[in-house]
């Protein structure tokens, strides 16, 4: 993680608004909490269906077995939580997938843009593809992706992609950052191309990852 908050820093300037799909227990939350300036907001999406006891402490992780990093709820409408912190702080605990979640991040960011977006979210199927197409109107042109077990380390030239997480970065266009490699298959980086769209459809095609179907596949 820390060989991406440098990334972070040397690359993206302003940093203001942060979207992450897959919060899991919110650690990485606390980390942007910390990158953001006064005034900043970040957007966390997860449809896990215990994510108040997840974030709240309640139950344990299950990597440590230990409380993760715990938060304080401030509000809570419409699956929209909102954590007490200095700075603006939500989870949407709704699938990544699903129109009424990127209706909420409309809402929320009320046409501020995206800064940096990371996924950790599902990483098999179409679902990352879905996922960066339904929200990549957000992330600003030369904001940053970043996309968790984005490369496979034993063969970075990987021509069919085995996870949908591989198959987004492969489809995106140069220039690429350098992966960051500690992080299980490594953290892909990219800077968005000012007029690339991506197309879901013909990349879930292309890398044969329409095996799951469609429909919610998300975070």
Partial sequence: MWSLLNHIDKKVSPLNVILEIGVCFGGSLRIWEKLLPAGGMAIGIDK???????????????????VGRTWEIESDEFNIIK??????????????????????????????????????????GPGPIYDYANFQHFLRTGGMLCIADGMDPGNPQLQV??????????ALPPPKLNKIEPHRMGMALWLKQEGFVLDSEQIIKQYGLDYYGKGPTGA
Avoid: C, W
């Fill in 83 to 124: 954590l007490v912190s200095d700075k603006e702080i939500y989870i949407i605990n709704e699938d990544s997938a699903a129109p009424r979640t990127k209706a909420g991040v409309e809402h929320l960011l009320k046409g501020r843009d995206v800064d940096f977006m990371f996924h950790d979210g599902i990483h098999y």
């Fill in 161 to 170: 992609p085995n996870l949908g997480t591989q198959a987004l970065y492969h």
């Fill in 48 to 66: 896990h269906p215990a994510m108040r006891d997840r974030i709240s402490g309640t139950v344990l992780t299950p990597y440590s077995g230990k």
